[in-house]
């Protein structure tokens, strides 16, 4: 299924150059290169532009994943909670990391 997501999204980013082309400068670039807005190849485009908008439509909906949901500034490395947030919050005493270090090395 990522596949015909990643199909689909290619084909929304082309119809959103498109449209953008349209928008600014009167410019249709898939009407030019397929020989019109009536042209078979043209509707084709035209048609898996929208197709497309509504296969990637699902991804609105889909639930997050768990990597995208976690807390990016709090990570666990190595069995460690880590925190690279600096602002506001307590100062991680680094003494302690060395010392479990060192303990795991001598085991």
């Known amino acids: 299924m990522k596949t015909l997501q990643r199909i689909a999204l290619a084909l929304i980013i082309i119809g959103a150059i498109n449209w953008g082309l349209i928008g600014l400068f009167q410019f249709d670039l898939v009407a030019s290169i397929f020989g019109g807005q009536e042209a078979i190849l043209s509707r084709i485009v035209y048609t ?3 197709i497309s908008g509504l296969i990637c ?3 609105l909906f889909a639930p997050m994943t ?5 807390d990016v500034d709090n990570r666990v490395i190595d069995g ?3 925190s690279y947030s600096t602002e506001f919050a307590e100062e991680n005493d680094l ?4 010392e ?3 303990e795991d090395r001598d085991q």
């Open 95 to 98: 003494s302690d990391i060395k």
């Open 57 to 59: 439509l699902t991804l």
């Open 100 to 102: 479990e270090d060192r």
């Open 66 to 70: 768990e990597e995208e949901d976690r």
């Open 80 to 82: 460690r909670q880590v």
């Open 48 to 50: 898996l532009v929208g």
